[in-house]
């Protein structure tokens, strides 16, 4: 018998990631902070890059497990992200373990790491003395 577990704002959970949403190498869930308790066991979730854009059944809400989570310690709550989107910014492969040939000063969407919100690293690009993109 699967039985629903209720959250209050301020609890540690996740949720599952679609296999087509995510690489190899990256994680299967999201990790998220229950930001507001809605009627209908509906909860609105927030991730260390944004509050997500639509609201989840206690069905599909699984607790985290860990009592902290450092990387949810002060979620950006200003900023709304799709689930979509908030795997991708969470993805492993996305900037480490590729490699993009930007040839210019890496300000603009046309650098992969930029349009992503990632900061350019050595493995990005790194034959490209003009990157202002880095850490």
Known sequence: ???????EVGDLVKIQVA?????????CALPCKVFAVLPRKMYRLVCRFGVLD???SAGVVLPLGPKEYPELDNPQTNTTVSM???A???SNTLASNKVYN???DCLTARCICKKANIVCGSGCHPKNSKCKHRA
């Open 1 to 7: 018998m699967n039985v629903e577990r209720v959250y």
């Open 19 to 27: 296999k087509i949403d995510r690489g190899p190498g990256d994680r």
């Open 54 to 56: 639509q609201t989840f």
């Open 84 to 86: 979509i989107e908030a």
């Open 88 to 90: 991708r910014l969470q």
């Open 102 to 104: 930007c040839r210019g």
